[in-house]
């Protein structure tokens, strides 16, 4: 049945112009992706309780294959189509980073553009220190706090949706949330407790060009200022917008097709 589905969804994506496939990763998981255009590569990474679609309801991905960019899109392990492996062990050490470095070996990418926005910033500043193919980066909807191992909020939310901790006002809402739109709670649980940590010393290091961007309303994950301070030469753009909205704004894409346009 799950594999007739799947058959049904990749009729249907053919169909609007997507081209939707999948590789098994490092660890035989398999991580479900779409690839369109052509040209240069951009990497588009999705956010928490979310998955590669919430791209296509942007201005970002539509500006992006109309300069002619081939845009891959991948649902990281554990959200959309990729496998949701049952385990914690299949979310640690750096798992998500390893898939996205096997998607980029699956395609044969010789360098490419990323842009991560929100959890997938985060995956992203991990991704940045392993992986040297990537020439540009844009960090979307992100502060610094994400650098502290023990981030309470990351721990909050871990425990939130491992039922380890009561839920609270700021966590209600994100588990109620992921249970209507049928995410699986105790995978989530797992990529909050697994999720990546990159250090100050470590974002000091990346010498390419960056893009440090986030909503004038967006301050739950840190100062994005900080972020950018902490990563030598790159750019801050404030743009009009809460965290889960101005991602999918104009004014998002014009400043992220501006740096693009001036970095490459």
């Known amino acids: ?108 990418l010789s360098e490419y553009t990323a842009i991560g926005y929100s959890r997938g910033a985060i995956v992203l500043a991990k991704l940045l220190t392993k992986d040297k193919r990537i020439t540009t980066a844009v960090i979307g909807g992100m502060g610094l706090d994400f650098t502290n191992p023990k981030w309470p909020r990351r721990i909050q939310f871990m425990e939130a949706f491992l039922g380890t901790a009561p839920l609270t006002a700021d966590t209600r809402g994100a588990v109620e949330y992921a249970k209507s739109i049928g995410a699986d709670i105790k995978v989530l649980g797992y990529l909050q407790q697994h999720q990546p940590v990159t250090s100050v010393r470590k974002l000091k290091n990346i010498k390419i060009p960056i893009l440090v961007i986030a909503g004038d309303q967006d301050y739950d994950n840190g100062e994005p200022s900080e972020l950018s301070k902490a990563i030598p030469g790159s750019l801050l753009k404030i743009i009009p917008g809460d965290h889960n909205n101005s991602y999918k704004s104009q004014a998002f894409s014009d400043a992220v097709m501006a740096f693009l346009k001036t970095a490459n």
């Open 1 to 108: 049945m799950k594999r007739t589905l799947y058959l049904i969804s990749l009729c249907f994506l053919t169909l609007m112009g997507l081209s939707a496939q999948e590789f098994r990763s490092f660890d035989q998981t398999r991580i479900a992706f779409t690839d369109e255009g052509s040209g240069e590569a951009v990497v588009l990474i999705h956010g928490f309780i979310s998955n590669g679609s919430s791209w296509d309801r942007t201005v970002l991905k539509k500006a992006l294959l109309e300069s002619g960019y081939r845009v891959i899109v991948p649902d990281l392990r554990g959200n959309g189509k990729s496998d949701k492996p049952q385990n914690s062990a299949a979310y640690s050490k750096d798992a998500e980073i390893r898939d996205l470095q096997k998607l980029a070996d699956h395609l044969e």
